[in-house]
Nanobody, 121 residues
């Protein structure tokens, strides 16, 4: 019954790169990556349209992170470069069942279990 499964998190050094993956078994929806650091609310990271033709990235990760998807493989990706300690958080893969334009939001209908990304100085 698990429909979204993240993988790829880990402990890295500042400046390193990491790629997160999310295998999904649900329909092809608009999707996103949301992160949550201890004591903070969930924060929008990136979003992508159903086809992958449109993407949005938070200002805090713009030019460093890239969201992408492969619908044939039913997999969502988040390529993270030049990681900073402030990127440390649990990263969640999420999907939105509703049809519409993607936005910089942190509210979604379906969520994965999350994968921990820790960036040391």
């Amino acid at each position: 019954q698990v429909q979204l499964v993240e993988s790829g998190g880990g402990l890295v050094r500042a400046g390193d790169s990491l790629t997160l993956s999310c295998a999904y078994s649900i329909q092809t929806f608009n999707m996103g990556w949301i992160r949550q650091a201890p004591g903070k609310e969930r924060e929008f990271v990136a979003a992508i349209s159903r086809s992958g033709g449109t993407t949005l990235h938070a200002d805090s990760v713009k030019d460093r992170f890239t969201i992408s998807r492969d619908n044939d493989k039913k997999t969502l990706y988040l390529q993270m470069n030049s990681l900073k300690p402030e990127d440390t958080a649990v990263y969640y893969c999420a999907a939105d069942r509703r049809v519409g334009i993607i936005t910089k939001k942190a509210e979604y209908d379906y969520w994965g279990q999350g994968t921990q990304v820790t960036v040391s100085s």
